[in-house]
């Protein structure tokens, strides 16, 4: 049995425990209570409301440039498909004139290539494209659906002078053929070096029926003096050339013939 110093030992003790226990739990309340605890908390909460935000927008943000290299990719890939049916498909005249069969070697024009696509050389030059450039082939479609017939010149070029006064002159041309001064227009050099690329031939006179090179000026001359330019602009032109006829004593002769 236990003394009586011990029982009041252990009374003491158990008195001690459940006032600190009371202690501890009163202290615990009041600092939960504090202001302090209470301002820690909030920022606390802010703290991962706002790493929690960041995160969403940084998703957010990657979501995008991923849709905007999708989209970058997808039309990369849509003008290499254009570039390579340009290089690889069917041949397509500037301006979508059709191209006329030279099958028979009879109405091909002799050493003059035949306007079509874009040759290898070229659509490897594409990644080089100046804007300069791009607004010269622009220009270039937008002349070609002027007339059937278009004459490049230089206005001081004794040869386009020749080549004009033939087919504006001595010839009724309908439609009437469109000139176009390469020396007067801004883009005149990119103009002529698109028409080396086109035709094969760089020099002035250069002209067009069809959207294909017949020659400069001595071969106008040619045409003129062998009586022969007509046919040829009927056989090229076919139904684009909707009336050709020489001007002046040719035509009376021809008249005079007929009747006869």
Avoid: W
Wanted: glycine residues 6%; proline residues 4%; positive net charge.
């Amino acid at each position: 049995m236990p003394s009586q110093r011990r029982t009041r030992l252990i009374g003491v003790l158990v008195i001690v425990t459940i006032i600190v226990i009371l202690y501890m739990s009163k202290g615990a309340h009041q600092t939960q209570n504090s202001d302090f605890y209470t301002k820690t908390q909030q920022a606390l909460q802010e703290r991962e409301h706002q790493e929690a935000a960041r995160q969403r927008d940084a998703e957010s943000v990657k979501a995008r440039l991923s849709a905007a290299e999708e989209q970058a990719k997808k039309a990369a890939d849509d003008k290499y498909a254009s570039t390579k049916e340009a290089v690889e498909g069917p041949k397509k005249p500037i301006a979508g004139r059709l191209e006329i069969d030279n099958k028979d070697d009879k109405k091909s024009v002799p050493g003059v290539a035949a306007q079509g696509g874009r040759t290898h050389e070229q659509a490897t030059m594409l990644k080089d494209e100046t804007l300069e450039d791009h607004e010269a082939e622009q220009e270039m479609n937008a002349i070609l659906k002027k007339s059937p017939t278009i004459i490049f010149s230089k206005s001081y070029c004794p040869y386009s002078k020749k080549a004009k006064h033939i087919l504006l002159e001595k010839y009724k041309i309908v439609p009437e053929p469109y000139v176009v001064e390469l020396d007067i227009n801004p883009l005149g050099p990119k103009l002529q070096d698109l028409l080396a690329h086109m035709t094969g031939r760089r020099t002035v006179p250069n002209i067009l029926l069809v959207g294909k090179s017949i020659g400069g000026g001595d071969d106008m001359e040619e045409l003129d003096e062998t009586d022969t330019l007509v046919n040829k602009f009927k056989e090229i032109g076919s139904t684009r050339i909707t009336e050709i006829e020489h001007r002046g004593a040719r035509a009376e002769v021809k008249r005079q013939r007929r009747a006869a």
